[in-house]
C-alpha cells in the first residue's frame, strides 16, 4: 500500500512542476504582442529616420550642385538668373529653385553691383511649398571680363 | 528547455527572453540607423557652412575692386595736370610728395594695411542663423591669398583663393604698343596690334581697371620685403658666407642668414622641400643639382640660379639682381627683381612662372647696409630719382620722352634694358619689366610664350607666341631710338594666353586658383 502511494505520489507533479496553464500561455503572448508593438514603433523610427535623411541628402547634393554651376557660370555672366526646374533622385523627384534675393545694404556696401545675395531651395514636388533644405549666399558675378 | 517548460511559470522567462531580444534588437537598428544617417544629417550644415565661406571670398574680392575703384576715381582727380605722355610713362611712381587723402588711406589700412587683415563680412557676420565668416588677406610677392573661413554649426570650412591679375589681352591680338605706326624691320607679326590710347582719361572704368598699375602697391610689397632686411642688416654682425651641399643640411639653414648663402649640388643631389621664409643678407647662389620647392627667398644681393639647379613653386625678391643661367629651370615662381633681370645661355623659366624687374633700385646691391640713399618706403630717394631719370632719359623736360639722335652722346652710362633673355633661352611665363624707361631684350634664339610687358621699350629679336605690351618697339641696332616701331623677330597667337597671370597689383584682381577645404 505504502509502495503504491509512494509509486502515485511520484508520478503526480508537484506544485511547481506542472506544465503551462492556458492562461499563462495566454498572458506570455499579450505581454509578447505588446512588447514587439512598442518596439515596432522604434523600428519604424528608424526607418523614417533613414528615409528622411536619405531625402534630406538628395535634396543637399542636388543644392550643391547648383551652387557649384553657379559658381562656374556667375563670374562669366552678366547678370544672376533666377531658374526653377526638377530631378528625379530615385523615385522622388525634386524642384530646384535657384532666386536673387533683394539686398539694399549690399547695393550700397558694393558699388559696383557685382555681388547678390542668392538662395537656393530644394523641396519635394509632392509638397513644393515646404522647402526640404534651403541655403544662402553671396554670389560674386561679372568678375571675369 | 526542457526543464523550463516542465515547470510552473518558466513561460515568464521567456517572455523575458524575447522581450530582451527585442529590445537589444529595436535599440541596435535604432542607433545603427541613427549613425549611419548621422553624415547625411551633416550636410546640409557642411554645405552651408562652404557657401559662407564662398560668400566671404565673393565679399572680398568686391571690397578689393571697390578700392581698386576709388583709387583710380582719386588718381583721375589728381591727373588733371598730368601730360598723357607722362602717365602713360609711370609718372605715377614720381607722386610720393602728393599729399594722399586720409580717408583712403584709412580705408585701405582697414582692409588691406597689414600683412594678415580681418574683414568682416556683412550681413553674415552677426547672422545668428548663418554664422560668422572671417577673411583674411595675405601678401604673398606678385599674387595674394584671400583665405575664408566659416563655422556654421560646428562645421568648419574653409576657401583659399590666389589672387592675380587676368592679362587683359585679347586672343588675336599680340602686340599693344602705346607708339603710334605700323612696326617695321625684317620681323614677322601674325595677329592684331592695338595701339593703346595715350590718356587713362576713358569713360570706360573697366578699360581703366585692365590698364591700371597700382604702383603703390608695387612700393607696399618691395617696401614689406626690404624693411625686415634692412633691420636685420643694422641688427646683424656680416657672417661668412654659408655653404650648403647635403639635403639634410637645408632644413638647417636659419631664418636669416647674415652673409652669402650657397646651396651647392656640384657634388651630390641637393632636395630642399620645405614651406618656409629665408632672409639673406648677401647673395644667394644655387649651384649645381639642387631641387627646390616651396621656400620663400628675400635675398639682399643677387640671386644666382646656375648649372642644373630646378627652382619650383619659389617666391624670391631680390633688391638687386636676378640671374638665371647654364641649364637652370624656374617653375611656376614669382620672382621680384628691384634691379636688372638676365636669363641666359640654356636656362628655362616654366610653368607660367613670373618674373619682374621692378627697376626700383638702380640694381647691384649686394647689402641692405649699402642701401642708404633709398627713401623710407625703400625706393630711390626724390633725388636720385630725379637723377635717374635725367640720366636715362635727357629729353625728359619735354613733354615727349622720345630720344633724340643728338642727345645719344650726352649720356653718361644708358642702359635701355634692364630685362634679358638671352642665347638659347626658354620662357614660358610673364616677365615684366618697371623700370623707367627700361625695356626688354630678346636675343635671336630665344623661345618665349607668354606675356612681355614692358613700361617703355622692347627689343624683341627671338620666337614668341603670345603678347608684348609696351610703349615702343626698338630696333636693336637703334635701341634709343623710340620714335617708331621695329621688331626683329617673330611673334604669334597664343590662344592660351588667358592662362598666364599678371600680378595683382596690375588692374583688376582675378581668381588664379581656387581651393576648398
Known amino acids: 500500500m505504502a509502495r503504491k502511494v509512494t509509486s502515485s505520489l511520484r508520478n503526480t507533479p508537484s506544485l511547481n512542476e506542472r506544465g503551462l496553464t492556458v492562461l499563462e500561455v495566454v498572458i506570455a503572448i499579450a505581454v509578447l504582442t505588446i512588447t514587439t508593438a512598442i518596439l515596432m514603433r522604434f523600428f519604424v523610427a528608424g526607418d523614417r529616420l533613414y528615409s528622411k535623411s536619405v531625402v534630406v541628402k538628395n535634396a543637399t547634393h542636388l543644392a550643391q550642385n547648383e551652387a557649384e554651376i553657379l559658381k562656374v557660370e556667375a563670374p562669366l555672366s552678366e547678370e544672376i538668373e533666377e531658374r526653377e526646374y526638377e530631378k528625379e533622385v530615385g523615385k522622388r523627384s525634386y524642384i530646384i529653385r535657384r532666386s536673387v534675393v533683394a539686398q539694399d545694404s549690399l547695393d550700397s556696401l558694393i558699388n559696383e553691383f557685382t555681388l547678390r545675395e542668392v538662395r537656393i531651395q530644394v523641396s519635394d514636388q509632392l509638397k513644393p511649398e515646404e522647402p526640404l533644405v534651403t541655403f544662402r549666399m553671396l554670389q560674386g558675378y561679372h568678375i571675369i571680363q | ?517
Open chain 2, 1 to 517: 528547455m526542457k526543464l523550463l517548460l516542465n515547470k510552473k511559470g518558466s513561460v515568464y522567462y521567456i517572455v523575458l527572453l524575447f522581450a530582451v531580444v527585442t529590445v537589444i534588437s529595436a535599440s541596435i537598428y535604432v542607433t545603427g540607423q541613427f549613425n549611419f544617417t548621422k553624415s547625411f544629417r551633416k550636410d546640409p550644415a557642411k554645405l552651408q557652412s562652404l557657401l559662407n565661406a564662398r560668400t566671404g571670398i565673393w565679399y572680398g574680392l568686391a571690397l578689393l575692386d571697390k578700392q581698386l575703384s576709388n583709387k583710380i576715381a582719386k588718381q583721375q582727380e589728381g591727373l588733371a595736370d598730368t601730360t598723357d605722355k607722362s602717365s602713360l610713362f609711370g609718372e605715377d611712381l614720381f607722386d610720393d610728395e602728393k599729399p594722399r587723402d586720409s580717408s583712403t588711406q584709412d580705408e585701405a589700412v582697414q582692409l588691406l594695411g597689414s600683412d594678415m587683415d580681418t574683414l568682416e563680412v556683412y550681413p553674415f557676420k552677426n547672422d545668428s542663423v548663418f554664422g560668422p565668416v572671417n577673411i583674411f588677406l595675405h601678401h604673398t610677392g606678385n599674387f595674394r591669398i584671400l583665405e575664408s573661413t566659416s563655422l556654421f554649426k560646428r562645421q568648419r570650412r574653409k576657401v583659399i583663393v590666389k589672387l592675380g591679375s587676368r592679362p587683359f589681352f585679347y586672343p588675336d591680338t599680340v602686340l599693344y604698343l602705346g607708339t603710334p605706326g605700323m612696326p617695321e624691320g625684317e620681323g614677322d607679326v601674325d595677329g592684331r596690334i592695338a595701339f593703346l590710347q595715350k590718356s587713362i582719361d576713358e569713360s570706360d572704368s573697366l578699360q581703366q581697371k585692365r590698364f591700371h598699375v597700382d604702383f603703390d602697391e608695387l612700393r607696399t610689397i618691395v617696401n614689406n620685403y626690404r624693411q625686415p632686411l634692412v633691420a636685420l642688416g643694422d641688427s646683424m654682425e656680416l657672417e661668412e658666407p654659408l655653404t650648403v651641399q647635403y639635403s639634410d643640411e637645408c632644413l638647417q639653414i636659419p631664418d636669416t642668414v647674415g652673409g652669402a648663402l650657397f646651396i651647392d649640388g656640384s657634388y651630390r643631389d641637393v632636395i630642399w622641400k620645405e614651406k618656409r621664409k629665408v632672409y639673406v643678407l648677401e647673395e644667394l647662389q644655387v649651384t649645381g643639382e639642387v631641387r627646390i620647392e616651396n621656400v620663400t627667398f628675400v635675398v639682399a644681393g643677387d640671386v644666382k640660379i646656375l648649372d642644373q639647379a630646378v627652382l619650383n613653386s619659389v617666391e624670391i625678391f631680390t633688391a638687386s639682381r636676378l640671374f638665371c643661367a647654364n641649364e637652370s629651370k624656374v617653375l611656376a615662381s614669382s620672382a621680384i627683381a628691384c634691379g636688372d633681370v638676365e636669363i641666359y645661355e640654356e636656362a628655362q623659366i616654366l610653368e607660367k612662372s613670373v618674373i619682374i624687374s621692378a627697376g626700383l633700385s638702380g640694381g647691384n646691391r649686394t647689402s641692405p647696409k649699402t642701401q642708404g640713399d633709398l627713401d623710407e618706403d625703400g625706393l630711390p630717394s626724390q633725388e636720385q630719382k630725379k637723377k635717374q631719370l635725367d640720366e636715362d632719359h635727357p629729353s625728359r623736360e619735354q613733354d615727349v620722352p622720345t630720344q633724340k639722335k643728338g642727345t645719344k652722346k650726352s649720356r653718361k652710362k644708358s642702359k635701355p634694358y634692364s630685362l634679358f633673355v638671352r642665347d638659347q633661352a626658354i620662357v614660358d611665363g610673364v616677365l615684366i619689366e618697371l623700370r623707367e624707361l627700361g625695356g626688354i631684350k630678346t636675343d635671336m634664339e630665344t623661345v618665349i610664350k607668354g606675356v612681355l610687358w614692358s613700361r617703355a621699350r622692347v627689343c624683341h629679336v627671338g620666337r614668341m607666341a603670345g603678347v608684348i605690351k609696351a610703349f615702343v618697339l626698338v630696333d636693336q641696332t637703334e635701341p634709343m631710338n623710340v620714335s617708331r616701331n621695329y621688331i626683329n623677330g617673330t611673334i604669334k597667337r597664343l590662344s592660351s594666353i588667358d592662362e598666364y597671370f599678371m600680378p595683382y597689383y596690375f588692374g583688376k584682381s582675378t581668381i588664379v586658383s581656387w581651393q576648398e577645404k
